[in-house]
């Protein structure tokens, strides 16, 4: 049996080692991945449009004002004379939000003032941040308004684990699991699929080369280039977005491995199920992202209808990326994190169990 | 049933892709030490035949045993006892001549002691030497056909399938190639080899024709040349060779195109050779010599095929 490996692992890596562009191939899409994700993916809203109707005209209503001037979340493009700019501005665009403050504002404070907003809702994601900074502000101007007199509950949040509440925290360790995913799971599934499209499988099969001889090597090398991967995009999140990796490495590699070995069973999966490399590349479109979005990476599994949830179970990204969150923001380890890690060795077991049964040595 | 004598035997062998039948009812027995021609056009199911006998392909019906070993109950056997070479070339490309055979060598389990020897042999065989750091890509046709030879048999089995392996290579090679066969042979291998070269029916012991899924006729091939053809062979040397064939139809037996001539089976109630010329010639056609021919197998196998008789295996 390890003579058969031992010669299959040779045959994979020197055809990894001819393949110029493999390198490039395997590490560039990672790294520009990771930028986009790392500067792109984030919930922060900074520099919203907003246009701004004043008709009170007063002290009050310029001190609100000075304090949407004050942030850098909101960004004042017009102020408005009448209604209908604010309506056009709007329209075209050219503000997200737009602030009303009707004639009497400040006299009506002490009894309740009513201050009224339209928000462009075409992006509901930005609009909802927007309005939560919105009544943040406004919030915090009547409290001052109302001075030590007035009855009023602060909130004082202290988020744990991320201080600074910086998405980029929570989505980085993310982005690790998932890129990781996509790219295991493809080139699992096509290296295969290509070998029996150009016909070496048929000449594999043929020989007494055992199911399972044949896929761990072909597993083994994608298992070693995908810990590679984790590494790579580990360093960089810790080293150019100065994530904090406060967990242990060991819970981390013990996370890493279960979680490679279920994707590359997935990916098996997926090329006993191809005979061409377009069936192959339409499974993995059609498997990946779903995983993806059932995954908890953008999504909170706990805002998804029953029916869904039910599925997040089974995919070994939920899991890994709870794993990754807790290893490099909390900090915590195998006693915390048994239940995710068996979950993961459970899939991982499954897949490569199926994929084994599923491997054939026939042609039809 | 296996019979201790016989490499290969096949009863009733079938496959059906869905509702089209592939291979049909074929029956073959192959003794130890023949090589045997599987010849038969594009689409005859000489690949899926071989496959079969592989354990590549589940037979729709049918027994099939190769080495005494049941080819559906037990494949595994089989392929220890077999090397195959398939229709497609199928080594890797991209890894040299040295890392194909340690590659296959390994897969087959060599005993490292013998594997330098072996080695060598498949090289030398097939006139690899100061090759074998080259990536097979840049070999030429014939070079790689040999190569997968000597991959197939660096584990010595004692059958061979090899599909189509002159497809394709220059005439030289070809040639070549078949020598190394005969060199296999005279060592005692069993060989089963499909072509569509009808020239190559000569290089082997026996041959099965096969068309359409069904063995036509098998037997060597001096015996498929006696074969009767139910008249006499003429050869005609005319033009236009198309229109000739059509003028013919319902006068003789048989008339077919063989390169730039005619040859046509006369039946012996009807037209005889200067009949012939006239009736063509009454058509506006020229016609030159017309002469008697011995039959060449493809004469045989032309007849074979479109009398749609039920012919059955000879000897
Ligand atoms: N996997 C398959 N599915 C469906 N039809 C097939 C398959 N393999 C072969 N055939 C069909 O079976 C017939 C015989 O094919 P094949 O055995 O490859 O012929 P040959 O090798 O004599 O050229 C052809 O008509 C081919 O199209
Ligand atoms: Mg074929």
């Not at chain 1, 102020?79 to 009497?104: F, L, N, P, W």
Request: proline residues 4%.
């Amino acid at each position: 049996m390890l003579e058969r490996l031992a010669v299959m692992l040779m045959k994979e890596f020197l055809e990894l080692k001819r393949d110029r562009w493999a390198m490039f191939r395997l590490i560039v899409p990672l790294i520009v991945q990771m930028l986009v994700f790392g500067y792109a993916a984030t919930f922060t809203v900074h520099h919203v449009a907003t246009s701004v109707l004043d008709l009170d005209r007063s002290q009050a209503s310029r001190s609100l004002i000075s304090h949407f001037v004050a942030t850098s979340r909101f960004d004042i493009v017009d102020y408005a004379q009448k209604q209908s700019e604010i309506t056009h501005d709007i329209d075209t665009g050219r503000a997200t939000i737009a602030i009303v403050i009707h004639a009497g504002f400040s006299r009506m404070l002490d009894k309740g003032a009513a201050l009224q907003v339209i928000v462009d809702g075409t992006n509901s994601n930005t609009a909802l941040i927007a309005l939560g900074y919105l009544s943040q502000i406004v919030s915090g101007f009547s409290l001052e308004q109302s001075g030590a007199s007035g009855i009023g509950i602060s909130l004082q949040a202290r988020p744990w684990f991320n201080e600074g509440l910086d998405d980029r925290w929570f989505f980085i360790p993310g982005v690790i699991g998932t890129l990781t995913l996509l790219q295991v799971v493809s080139l699992t599934a096509f290296a295969i699929v290509r070998e029996r499209e150009v016909g070496t499988l048929e000449q594999i099969m043929v020989s007494p080369i055992r199911p399972f001889e044949f896929i761990l090597g072909k597993t083994v090398p994608f298992f070693l280039i995908g810990l590679g991967d984790i590494l790579l995009v580990s360093a960089f999140g810790i080293l150019w977005f100065h994530v904090s990796f406060m967990g242990n490495p060991w819970v981390m590699l013990a996370g890493a491995s279960l979680f490679l070995l279920a994707a590359l069973g997935i990916g098996l999966l997926l090329s006993t199920f191809s005979r061409t490399q377009q069936q192959a590349f339409s499974l993995n479109f059609f498997f990946v992202n779903p995983l993806f979005i059932l995954s908890g990476f953008a999504f909170p599994i706990a805002a998804m209808p029953e029916f869904l949830r039910w599925f997040t179970y089974i995919n070994p990204l939920r899991y890994f990326l709870i794993v990754l969150r807790a290893v490099f923001l909390k900090g915590v380890g195998f006693t915390v994190l048994w239940p995710e890690l068996s979950a993961l060795a459970l899939l991982a077991f499954v897949a490569l169990s199926l994929s084994v049964l599923r491997f054939r040595k026939s042609l039809d | 049933m296996s019979g201790e004598s016989k490499a290969i035997v096949a009863q009733g062998l079938s496959k059906r892709f869905q509702s089209f039948l592939a291979v049909d009812n074929l029956d073959l027995e192959i003794a130890k030490g023949e090589v045997v021609g599987f010849i038969g056009p594009n689409g005859a199911g000489k690949s899926t035949t071989l496959r079969m006998l592989c354990g590549l392909l589940r037979p729709s019906s049918g027994k099939a045993h190769v080495a005494g070993y049941d080819v559906e109950k037990d494949p595994e056997a089989v392929r220890e006892h077999i090397g195959y070479m398939s229709q497609k070339f199928s080594l890797y490309n991209d890894l040299t001549v040295r890392e194909n055979l340690r590659f296959f060598g390994g897969i087959y389990r060599v005993p490292k002691k013998e594997f330098a020897g072996r080695m060598n042999f498949a090289v030398s065989m097939a006139g690899l030497e100061g090759r074998e750091d080259m990536l097979v890509h840049t070999l030429a046709g014939g070079w790689k056909q040999r190569l997968a030879l000597g991959c197939a048999i660096l584990h010595r089995p004692p059958i061979l399938f090899l599909d189509e392996p002159t497809s394709g290579v220059e005439p030289e090679a070809r040639r070549r190639f078949w020598d190394l066969i005969h060199d296999l042979a005279s060592d005692g291998v069993t060989i089963l080899v499909s072509t569509h070269y009808m020239d190559e029916a000569e290089y082997c012991n026996r041959i099965a024709l096969i068309n359409r899924g069904r063995l036509v006729a098998m037997g060597s091939p001096g015996e498929l040349r006696l074969r009767d053809l139910g008249g006499k062979l003429v050869e005609i040397a005319c033009s236009p060779l198309g229109a000739a064939v059509n003028a013919l139809a319902g006068s003789v037996i048989e008339a077919a195109i063989f390169g730039d001539r005619l040859h046509a089976v006369l039946d012996p109630n009807g037209p005889d050779g200067e009949e012939i010329r006239k009736l063509l010639e009454e058509k506006g056609m020229n016609v030159g010599a017309i002469r008697m021919v011995s039959p060449s197998l493809e004469d045989v196998f032309v007849r074979l095929v479109s009398g749609g008789k039920e012919e059955r295996v000879l000897s």
